[in-house]
């Protein structure tokens, strides 16, 4: 029970570091102070560990940030009590932050910031030494790097295409040059050939979910084309499912 009640405040004061980070980086790319986005009024430091209305126009909260406070807690719970053979604790903790930060931003922006993924590109680089050593690690992050910016290329040619076909333009694109950075610093962290399992994972699970999601928008009469899914979650989830060995044997 002792460490039941240590873990709590741990857990939630990284899921405010998450909110805090998703709330001011992609508006400032720095550490700065927060703000209101209806009123831009300065946000308390605590407003991270405990979300209330905002104090000037009275604007709610959003539900993500008690989603991912929540989520801090059981995460901290659950690695505890479970820790990844591969990372260990600390490790585990580490980078569920940085993937919870990397998930929201995607989700919420469509944007996975240059500056994460160069903090990503460093800390892949020391647990992928630590794990494999420097050529499947250095190799690792080639591969992944090399092999989403194939994709990237692909998804333009094939947006343009349907767009010729169609004669309708748009915004959208099937995947952005944040997640081919985010695909090299996976290939660091699970190395070679450990970076072709969790791409192919990331493409099957991408490839579930946004079946299901244009099933429910066929049946709700939704159905918007050109729609994109954001795909860092997908690579984020394909990693840590392996590295916290929920799915066993695929990488070593």
């Known amino acids: 029970m002792i460490n039941i009640f240590w873990l709590i405040p741990v857990g939630w004061g990284l899921g405010g570091l998450v909110n805090y980070l998703a709330d001011t980086l992609p508006r400032t790319r720095s550490f700065s102070t927060p703000v209101c986005p209806v009123c831009e009024e300065a946000f308390p430091w605590h407003y991270t560990l405990w979300p209330k209305r905002c104090q000037a126009c009275g604007e709610k909260r959003s539900l993500r940030m008690w989603i991912v406070l929540i989520l801090g807690v059981v995460t901290a719970l659950g690695l505890w009590y479970f820790p990844p053979a591969r990372l260990g ?7 569920s932050v940085y993937f919870g930060l990397v998930v929201v931003t995607d989700i919420e922006y469509h944007l996975i910031l240059h500056p994460v993924s160069l903090a990503g590109a460093v800390l892949g680089a ?12 250095l190799l690792g992050g080639a591969a992944g790097f090399g092999m989403m910016l194939g ?15 169609r004669g309708e ?18 290939g660091l962290l699970l190395g070679w050939p450990g970076i072709t399992i969790g791409l192919l994972l990331a493409v099957i699970i991408g490839g579930v979910v946004s079946g299901f ?3 429910m928008s066929l049946v709700l009469r939704r159905y918007r084309a050109y729609t994109a899914l954001p795909y860092g979650p997908f690579l984020a989830l394909s990693t840590l499912l392996l590295l916290f060995g929920v799915i066993k044997g695929l990488i070593k």
């Open 151 to 165: 994709l990237y290329y692909l998804g333009k040619l094939f947006l343009k295409l349907l767009i010729h076909i």
């Open 213 to 215: 999601y244009l099933l």
């Open 126 to 137: 020391g647990f992928g030494v630590a794990l494999h050593g420097w050529l499947p690690t």
């Open 89 to 95: 604790f600390g490790g585990g903790l580490l980078w």
């Open 169 to 186: 333009e748009t915004d959208e694109v099937p995947l952005g040059f944040g997640d081919v950075n985010l695909a090299g610093v996976i």
